[in-house]
Each structure stands twice: as structure tokens, then as C-alpha cells.
Nanobody
Framework: QVQLVESGGGLVQAGGSLRLSCAAS????????MGWYRQAPGKHRDLVAR???????SYADSVKGRFTISRDNAKNTVYLQMNSLKPEDTAVYYC?????????WGQGTQVTVSS
């Protein structure tokens, strides 16, 4: 079993920055790619960014050029640096870690961007 603990959410004005962190513990040898999803009220949970163990990265089009995902394999931690935040980035952000069948999920952290 793997536990994911997120931190770094909060309230920020439009144009500001936040950095999310997600630390994995437990059977971390079983996880592969890690990343972030987000879910706004009344909307689906959508992929924001993903990074493999080898460092291959993908982003949602809506965050390209503004968000940066990174990973410290030694610390089993994934980060999401969010710059130039917009009100439409407001959502609960969930960390996830892929496994052979399915994924592990964090509890979610709220990000609110005021206009």
C-alpha cells in the first residue's frame, strides 16, 4: 500500500504562484508515473500534469507554459509549481501515483485563485 500526502494549496490572487508537494510513503517500489489531477465544482476530474520515473512529462494544454511538474525519486516526492495562476485554475488538486492496476490517490488540496 502507498500513502500520498499533499501540501501547499491555498488562496492566491490571479497572477500569483503556488507550489504543491506530494510525498509518497509505504510500498513506493510499486509506483510508476506520478502526477496531478484537479476537479472544480460540478466538473470532471482532469489530468493536469504527469511525470514518469524516467522524467518524461506531459501537461494539459490549459496549463502549458504556466505549470511545471518535477519529481525527486530519492524523496518519493512530486511537485507542481504553478505560476501565473488564473481564477479558472481554482479546484481541488489531487496527487496520484500509477501502479500496475489502477492508481493511488492523495486526499486533495484546495487551490483558490481570486480575481
Amino acid at each position: 500500500q502507498v500513502q500520498l500526502v499533499e501540501s501547499g494549496g491555498g488562496l492566491v490572487q490571479a497572477g500569483g504562484s503556488l507550489r504543491l508537494s506530494c510525498a509518497a510513503s509505504g510500498s513506493v517500489f510499486s509506483i510508476g508515473a506520478m502526477g496531478w489531477y484537479r476537479q472544480a465544482p460540478g466538473k470532471h476530474r482532469d489530468l493536469v500534469a504527469r511525470i514518469t520515473t524516467g522524467g518524461s512529462i506531459s501537461y494539459a494544454d490549459s496549463v502549458k507554459g504556466r505549470f511545471t511538474i518535477s519529481r525527486d525519486n530519492a524523496k518519493n516526492t512530486v511537485y507542481l509549481q504553478m505560476n501565473s495562476l488564473k481564477p479558472e485554475d481554482t479546484a481541488v488538486y489531487y496527487c496520484y501515483a500509477e501502479r500496475i492496476t489502477g492508481a493511488y490517490w492523495g486526499q486533495g488540496t484546495q487551490v483558490t485563485v481570486s480575481s
